[in-house]
Structure formats: C-alpha cells, structure tokens
C-alpha cells in the first residue's frame, strides 16, 4: 500500500503532467479534477486564426484578444541564460496533454494549413517551439503516406545500462537487419487497446486515440506468419532533446505483445500436426519490441536521449516490452517543399 507521501507525490505529478506547473491548475486538478479538464477542453475549439493571434498578442506584450487561449493553452516561461543577459521569452502550450489535444483538432484541416500555420509561428521567435508541436502530425502523416520502395535510414541509440535506462543517440546508422519500411499504410484509430481484439495487420498505423496515452503515440505491426513471429514498431514523436514518459505504457506495450502471440498462435495447427521431427515442436510465437523515436532533422539532434521510466526490468518474464532503442530524422522543410510552401 502506498504511502501518503507517495499518493501526494503521484498526485501532484498527475496533475502537472496534465495541465503544467501553474500553481493554481495544479491545485484545481488536484481538487476539482473534472471542473478543470471541462474547462480546458472547451478552450481547445479554436482555429489556427484564434491561435495565431494569441500567439502574436503574448509575443509583442499585448492583452490578448483571446483570454481563454492565453490562459488555458498557452504560457511564457522566462530563459535566463546568465547574469547581465536579458531573459528571454519562450511561448508554448502549457503541457504535452493540452498540446497535443489542441494539434490533433488543428490537424484535422488540410496538410496545406498546417504547414502554413508552421511557417507562420515560425516568424515568431518567442513562437519557435510552439510551431514544433505542429512536427507531430507532419510526421504521421510521412510514416503513412511515404511510398518511395525502399526503406526509412534508422539511426542507432546506445543504452546507459542502467534500470530504468537512458537511450543516447549514437550517429551510427543500424544494421542492415533492421528495417523500416516506406510504404503507404492505413491509419487506424484505436479508442483503447481493447480495440486490437480487431485483426492486426501489416502496413496499418495504429493512432491511440487519448492525447495522454502513455510513453508512445503511435505503433506499427510487421508480421511474419511463416516464421511465426512479429515486430511491433513503438513509435514516439517528439519535438524535445530530452524525451520521457509514464511507466504506464510499459503495459500497454505488454498487452499488445499478449495479443500478436495470441494471434500467432492461432495461426499454428493442431497439436498433433505440430510434430516436424521425433522431438522437435514448431516454434512458439516471437514477439520483437523496437522503439523508434521520430524527430525533426537537425533540431537538438545532438546528444538526443530518451529517458525511459522507472519499471524498465518489471513484469517482464511472459510478455516483454523491453526492446532496442533507435532514431529517425524526418526532414519539415524537403515537406514543406513538396508542399509547394518553400
């Protein structure tokens, strides 16, 4: 049973994770929970103009026209980089829950706003890391609807070997026997894992549908029904040098490995055709975990790590989510390019 201490602990991180580090959102989540994440919820119908303009109004000192955007989306954080140094400004939406909630109902308009709305913040300086969050579905939308015959150059991420570990990208590019293949995949929405009760497939791009969902954002499956094995692609957008995540997602991957061995083993005959020799069994379903964190080509990408949470090396004797660690750069501006917005 967990401490008081330990609750109070869970209990604030919880609430930061969700709605940031204002004093008084934390406090509200805490205590009002539902009240809080009403509220901003309903601040998240805007359009690209509402936030366009709250963004330039925050950015040149100004009372924004859009109160609710200002205070339930977006927050300036001070960057003092020394004494005698002016400090610096930095605008960006308040959390990763609420930035992501807020991308997904803007990326829901054409590929061609979106890039522009990305030129646009990018004109701001304080604005900069507020136009990153818009790298997300750019990048979802490369993983399924590049098709070039070939395959994605991965780059290695070297372990710390620590429990819970520290992924550092190495610049080595992996093996041959790694691949990620460029074809046009199908996007599927998943409500919950429990959707995956559906057949899993090749070349579909799997979209939990909870801007929360822990540790990853989105999965990919490879199967091989010959050899009675898969490779599930855990796959993490991030804009960030420094990327984390909740421990929560180590089950999450666990149940889904559950599943394609279920899958697989279905696949299997009937015991008594599964003799090939005197005392020699088919083999038993394989599940491979391979992480892949996608970023934007050239930012922050030296010493890019991924802090992986604690619970590393727990509960993995059935179903093991531990995996390889690897990179992928995708360039914005060769799309911006092929978008005709250069």
């Given at each position: 049973?967990?401490?008081?201490?330990?609750?109070?602990?869970?209990?604030l991180?919880?609430?930061?994770?969700?709605?940031?580090?204002?004093?008084?959102?934390?406090?509200d989540?805490?205590f009002?929970?539902?009240?809080?994440?009403?509220?901003?919820?309903?601040?998240?119908?805007?359009?690209?103009?509402?936030?366009?303009?709250?963004?330039?109004?925050?950015?040149?000192?100004?009372?924004?026209?859009?109160?609710?955007?200002?205070?339930?989306?977006?927050?300036?954080?001070?960057?003092?980089?020394?004494?005698?140094?002016?400090?610096?400004?930095?605008?960006?939406?308040?959390?990763?829950?609420?930035?992501?909630?807020?991308?997904?109902?803007?990326?829901?308009?054409?590929?061609?706003?979106?890039?522009?709305?990305?030129?646009?913040?990018?004109?701001?300086?304080?604005?900069?890391?507020?136009?990153?969050?818009?790298?997300?579905?750019?990048?979802?939308?490369?993983?399924?609807?590049?098709?070039?015959?070939?395959?994605?150059?991965?780059?290695?991420?070297?372990?710390?070997?620590?429990?819970?570990?520290?992924?550092?990208?190495?610049?080595?590019?992996?093996?041959?026997g790694?691949?990620?293949?460029?074809?046009i995949?199908?996007?599927?929405?998943?409500?919950?894992?429990?959707?995956?009760?559906?057949?899993?497939?090749?070349?579909?791009?799997?979209?939990?549908?909870?801007?929360?969902?822990?540790?990853?954002?989105?999965?990919?499956?490879?199967?091989?029904?010959?050899?009675?094995?898969?490779?599930?692609?855990?796959?993490?957008?991030?804009?960030?040098?420094?990327?984390?995540?909740?421990?929560?997602?180590?089950?999450?991957?666990?149940?889904?490995?559950?599943?394609?061995?279920?899958?697989?083993?279905g696949?299997?005959?009937?015991?008594?055709?599964?003799?090939?020799?005197?005392?020699?069994?088919?083999?038993?379903?394989?599940?491979?975990?391979?992480y892949?964190?996608?970023?934007?080509?050239?930012?922050?990408?030296?010493?890019?790590?991924?802090?992986?949470?604690?619970?590393?090396?727990?509960?993995?004797?059935?179903?093991?989510?531990?995996?390889?660690?690897?990179?992928?750069?995708?360039?914005?501006?060769?799309?911006?390019?092929?978008?005709?917005?250069?």
């Amino acid at each position: 049973m967990a401490s008081p201490e330990a609750a109070c602990n869970y209990l604030l991180e919880a609430a930061i994770d969700r709605f940031g580090y204002s004093a008084r959102d934390v406090f509200d989540a805490v205590f009002d929970y539902i009240t809080l994440t009403t509220r901003h919820k309903e601040a998240f119908h805007i359009d690209y103009n509402d936030l366009r303009t709250a963004v330039s109004d925050l950015a040149n000192n100004k009372i924004s026209r859009f109160t609710a955007i200002s205070h339930r989306i977006v927050a300036l954080t001070p960057y003092h980089k020394g004494p005698f140094e002016r400090v610096i400004w930095s605008l960006n939406f308040k959390s990763k829950w609420i930035g992501r909630s807020v991308i997904r109902r803007l990326a829901a308009a054409e590929d061609r706003e979106v890039r522009i709305q990305i030129g646009r913040l990018q004109r701001i300086p304080q604005a900069k890391s507020l136009a990153e969050w818009f790298f997300e579905p750019v990048a979802h939308r490369a993983l399924t609807e590049t098709s070039a015959s070939g395959v994605w150059s991965l780059i290695e991420m070297t372990t710390n070997s620590r429990d819970p570990p520290t992924f550092t990208k190495a610049g080595n590019v992996a093996s041959l026997g790694v691949q990620f293949s460029k074809v046009i995949r199908r996007t599927v929405n998943l409500g919950s894992i429990s959707d995956l009760s559906t057949p899993l497939e090749n070349d579909s791009y799997y979209i939990p549908e909870d801007p929360g969902f822990p540790l990853i954002d989105s999965f990919i499956i490879d199967l091989d029904h010959s050899r009675k094995s898969a490779i599930l692609w855990a796959i993490q957008v991030t804009t960030s040098r420094l990327h984390g995540g909740s421990a929560n997602g180590y089950q999450n991957i666990r149940a889904i490995v559950k599943i394609l061995k279920d899958k697989l083993a279905g696949d299997l005959p009937a015991r008594k055709a599964q003799k090939v020799a005197a005392e020699q069994d088919i083999a038993t379903p394989r599940v491979q975990v391979r992480y892949l964190l996608v970023v934007p080509e050239g930012h922050s990408s030296q010493n890019l790590q991924w802090h992986f949470p604690n619970g590393w090396s727990k509960s993995c004797n059935k179903d093991d989510h531990r995996g390889s660690v690897y990179c992928l750069e995708i360039s914005i501006s060769v799309i911006l390019q092929l978008s005709g917005l250069h």
